[in-house]
């Protein structure tokens, strides 16, 4: 159409007619407010729904600290995870995993209903079952095993925490007839082992950090997931107001400048696994300028001064050896720390006590070897610090029930009698109590697997491989779609802490026992259930003894009937709190045990506040903690010397030897890195945390390592460049992250990424730095070693 | 030649004159009344609540189901539970209440209230600061809910926000809504109101105050 002059004009008159009259109207202005209120109410844009406000306590359980929490509640909705202010680990501090740990709950990576594969285990499939089919199932595979006559090829590996349901995965496996129930190693087993070496106790260590004055830590990243990391951020928070107006200062002894490094009062880079040089060197110090307590070394401690042995023979005690060995001027060459700085340690160290001299790198977990503790520990005997207020102390046990005894009808004793197939406490490994990353998976028929995830988090690759490969039967008691439960056979839902009755004895260095009970704060979501609820009902189906051993209806009742102790003993606390009408505070009193009338009141009282407490009790007698033959502390352990026949008595001693050279062509040393903010356990990081990374940690898909800026240019590398880094273990696709804080020649690879499970916020993210940590095995303890490994990095 | 040519422009301008005229007036017209009306449609609420019988002949206060949780949050339109402390049997003969009791109370299905007032989640309202700190009364935002009976409302079409009038003698339609709102009209309140509100008492109007 032609639109000449005219029209055009007459056009214009009519839009400019319309136009008027349209803005003379209310239309556009309120068309505009309502799209703004449209926009404000958008129903896919999440809102939080109303409903009444409450607030309930629990037990973090992401980790074995047992850090206590206050968990906010709209209706039966948990929206908010605080810290509790009346517990007795974390007193309100807590860490990001437990914050963020509803995203867990709610997640899109929680199992929901008993699963059982299909096809083959590289590419399963998954048929959805009842709970009463999972059940028939996995009791008919034991009732074979039994029926093979090979009840000891029923295997469990579980987390570490010290918990019932864990008891009843023991108590399943011996009613069954198998010993290898295999609890994942936590941070300080290997302490564990230091103090049975050196004291002859079983307990764990506890250390009375809160009324410390000077923390010497070798490589404990402290504020990283060291111990129970709530109560090391209230620790930290708190240093300036320790007991006695006393403040806290830390100095750490790690290569790296890590959070705990750049937060302590001082850093000392040292050379890569020289620890036990360090340690002996301060312990030259001490003794050559006669700063160590000499009434606690003179009574109570053996191996210091030369000895004679029942033959008369002479034998050189640790003052001469240290003396010999390891004088400041030595050991610099050994450390790269300067003589006058080691000196200057060891004076602080002797004149801020009470001191404590920590080992175990990174979350506690990763030591070169049972010599360097020792070492580390002969400082804290060095200044008498045993059972003394800021020393060392053991972790006491709570006076909980025991459940009654385990019955075992004949096959059941012919399996039990057959060793573990993991070696622990066999001639090789006689110290040990659990070694998963030994397990000899040809020997185990069906393998229950509870809350871990070998498949991600073995720190022997091979075995973990071996386990999924090996393997005929494997069950999985999981809340979340993990790497283990994506191989095994059938995946059965378990609830997670905050929808189930579940316990926690003692937090990890806590010098006095603390019992955690927690209770359902939201129904269970999907088909989810209680591990232990689950094993009672297989129990029940297999009948005979083994169902005798499990007399409960569910675990409550065990709880319950466990907690009668704690009553019974009428010692501790419980801290029973009020919140405030607004919730904005909490009033606690502790309430002594004795107080309450009957037990049922005491039961109320602990499901209410999660805490049994006795602060009172602690092992603060040096009988309690000395219980060697000879009720002293042994700078040279005859235990070790007994159990392993050393002819060499240095191996007897805490001593330093120099690691074997690089094999060629791998002259970096690639470290694990904890990041406070990722799951290393094998468990899921919430998707909050991963976004917390920056763009220097993990970017897309790519994980970064860090080198200092030399190391990347005598290897001609720039920053952010993508690159191999390679160990004798294997390979993995990373970039590159220059960080002046990271020492020359060494490779800092992140923990907790590369998850092939879970959802798609964490899938796929980075690389499993595990896959290039050859593991090796403590000679003594058994335990992992893999705090560090060769390698080589180079462009794709 | 020269006249015919100036009558010709002076009817052309006519013209268009009479066009603008006529579009303005149509579109006043579309402005004024019919796109208003367009803009909000009548409805019920599922159950025919009856205020002024509960406030007037029961003697509750607003307060008795709209509460506050212990907290000072705002409970807000009370849940199916409050209604059922004692409406758990039909009680008198209203045919309203009992399909409100066969229908929800029975079925334990929560009545979905047209909702007249509701803030948008941009907004920070808090009841406990108007009503307990300020002591400004429900009336002076919610109107004289509990003494009139409104048997209906109009929802607007775009945002779902509802609007209802409690004065018998006010007709509820599009032009009362603009012309009365506040007034005779009640609904959410916009933000020039709550402005105008704050200013009037000397509160602050910045905008942290209620965009936290
Ligand atoms: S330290 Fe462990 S127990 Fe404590 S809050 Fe963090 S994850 Fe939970």
């Not at chain 1, 033959?311 to 050896?321: H, L, N």
């Not at chain 1, 979501?525 to 232990?532: D, F, I, K, V």
């Not at chain 2, 006249?3 to 579009?23: P, T, V």
């Not at chain 2, 006010?170 to 959410?188: H, M, Q, S, Y």
Request: aromatic share 10%; charged share 20%.
């Amino acid at each position: 159409m032609n639109v000449d002059r005219r029209t055009f004009v007459k056009g214009m008159a009519l839009a400019g007619g319309g136009a008027l009259g349209i803005m003379l109207s209310p239309t556009p202005w309120y068309l505009i407010r309502d799209l703004a209120f449209w926009t404000q109410n958008w129903p896919w844009v999440p809102a939080p729904a109303p409903g009444e406000p409450s607030f309930e306590k629990s037990i973090c359980r992401i980790c074995d600290g047992g850090c206590g929490i206050n968990v906010r509640k709209v209706d039966m909705r948990l929206v908010r995870i605080d810290g509790d202010k009346e517990h007795p680990v974390n007193q309100g501090s807590i860490c990001p995993m437990g914050a963020a740990a509803l995203q867990m709950l709610y997640g899109p990576s929680r199992t929901k209903v008993p699963l059982r594969r299909v096809g083959p285990r590289e590419n399963p499939e998954w048929r959805p079952i009842t709970w009463a089919e999972a059940i028939r199932e996995v009791a008919l595979k034991v009732r074979q095993l039994r029926a093979a006559g090979r009840p000891h090829e029923l295997a469990c590996i579980t987390n570490s925490a010290h918990s019932t349901v864990n008891q009843f995965f023991e108590r399943f496996l011996h009613a069954v007839g198998s010993r290898n129930f295999m609890q994942m190693n936590s941070a300080l087993e290997a302490h564990s082992t230091v103090l049975a070496l050196m004291q002859g106790v079983d307990e764990g260590i506890a250390y009375d950090i809160e009324n410390a004055r000077y923390l010497l830590s070798f490589g404990c990243n402290l504020l990283e997931g060291w111990g129970a990391c709530g109560r090391m951020y209230h620790a930290h928070a708190n240093r300036s107001a320790h007991e006695g107006g006393n403040s806290l200062e830390i100095v750490q002894i790690e290569p790296n400048l890590s959070v705990t490094a750049s937060k302590a009062s001082r850093w000392i880079p040292i050379k890569p696994g020289t620890d036990a040089a360090l340690a002996l060197s301060i312990a030259h110090v001490l003794i050559s300028d006669g700063l160590y307590d000499k009434t606690f070394v003179e009574r109570h401690t053996f191996g210091f001064e030369d000895w004679k042995d029942s033959d008369g023979k002479r034998r050189r005690g640790f003052k001469s050896e240290v003396l010999g060995r390891y004088s400041p001027r030595s050991v610099e060459l050994i450390t790269q720390v300067p003589a006058n700085v080691i000196e200057e340690v060891a004076h602080e160290f002797a004149a801020n006590q009470p001191a404590l001299a920590l080992g175990g790198r990174c979350d506690g977990s990763l030591f070169a070897g049972i010599y360097e503790l020792m070492a580390i520990h002969s400082l804290n005997a060095l200044a008498g610090n045993l059972s003394r207020p800021g020393g060392i102390f053991l972790q006491c046990d709570v006076p909980l029930k025991s459940l009654s005894p385990v019955k075992m009808d004949e096959q059941a004793e012919q399996g039990f009698a057959i060793p573990r197939s993991d070696g622990a406490g066999s001639k090789e490994h006689p110290l040990a109590r659990h070694l998963p990353h030994n397990l000899d998976a040809g020997k185990v028929g069906v393998l229950l697997i509870h809350e871990v995830n070998p498949s991600y988090a073995l720190p022997n690759r091979k075995v973990a491989r071996a386990i999924f490969e090996d393997i005929p039967y494997i069950v999985s008691f999981s809340s979340f779609i993990d790497e283990s439960s994506m191989q095994a056979d059938l995946i059965l839902p378990i609830s997670t802490p905050l929808e189930r009755w579940d316990d926690h004895t003692g937090a990890p260095g806590i010098p006095y026992p603390i019992y955690g009970l927690s209770h359902p704060l939201v129904n269970p979501l999907y088909e989810s259930r209680n591990a232990g609820d689950v094993l009672i009902e297989i129990a029940r189906e297999l009948g005979g003894t083994i169902a005798e051993s499990f007399p409960w209806n569910n675990t409550v009742e065990a709880l319950r009937e466990r907690a009668a102790g704690l009553y019974e003993s009428g010692t501790g606390v419980i801290h029973t709190a009020e919140f405030s009408a607004t919730y904005m505070s909490q009033t606690a009193t502790p309430t002594e045990v004795k107080s309450f009338p009957t037990f049922s009141d005491f039961w109320n009282a602990l499901v209410k506040n999660c805490c049994w407490s006795d602060p009172q009790c602690t092992t603060d007698q040096l009988e309690q903690t000395l219980k060697t033959p000879g009720k002293k502390f042994e700078f040279f352990s005859q235990r070790l010397q007994k159990t392993f026949g050393y002819s060499n008595d240095l191996e007897c001693m805490p001593h330093y030897h120099e690691p074997p050279p690089n094999p060629q062509g791998f002259d970096l040393l690639i470290m694990p890195e904890n990041l406070i903010t990722m799951a290393d356990n094998g468990l899921g990081t919430p998707p909050l945390l991963i976004k917390q990374l920056s763009n220097d940690v993990l970017s897309e898909n790519d994980l970064f390592v860090q080198v200092n800026p030399i190391t990347a240019m005598y290897q001609g590398l720039k920053d952010g460049e993508s690159v191999i880094l390679e160990s004798p273990a294997g390979k993995v696709r990373v970039r590159i992250h220059t960080f002046a804080g990271v020492r020359e020649g060494v490779v800092l690879i992140p923990l907790g990424f590369g998850h092939t499970a879970y959802d798609r916020f964490l899938r796929n993210k980075g690389v499993n730095a595990l896959e290039i940590f050859d593991a090796k095995m403590d000679t003594v303890s058994g335990l992992a070693v893999w705090w560090a490994v060769p390698g080589k990095i180079y462009k794709v | 030649m020269k006249m015919r040519d100036i009558s010709e422009s002076q009817r052309q301008f006519a013209l268009l004159g009479g066009i603008f005229a006529a579009a303005l007036v149509v579109s006043l017209i579309m402005g004024w009344i019919l796109f208003p009306s367009l803009a909000y449609a009548r409805k019920a609420q599922p159950i025919n609540y009856n205020p002024p019988l509960h406030v007037e002949q029961i003697g509750i206060t607003c307060d008795t189901c709209h509460f506050f949780y212990e907290d000072g949050s705002w409970a807000g339109i009370p849940t199916l539970e409050t209604c059922v402390d004692c409406h758990s049997d039909i009680i008198g003969a209203s045919p309203e209440e009992e399909k409100f009791v066969n229908e929800y109370v029975k079925k334990n299905r929560e009545v979905k209230w047209a909702l007249y007032v509701k803030q948008p989640e941009c907004v920070s309202f808090s009841h406990s600061s108007h009503v307990r700190m300020a002591k400004i009364a429900c009336e002076t935002c919610h109107g004289p809910q509990g003494h009139s009976d409104p048997k209906d409302y109009l929802a607007n079409r775009i945002t779902n926000y509802s609007y209802v009038v409690y004065d018998p003698r006010v007709p509820l339609n599009a032009f009362t809504i603009i012309r009365d709102k506040g007034e005779t009209v009640w609904g959410t309140m916009r933000m020039d109101e709550c402005t105008a509100c704050h200013r009037s008492r000397g509160t602050s109007t910045a905008c942290f105050i209620c965009h936290k």
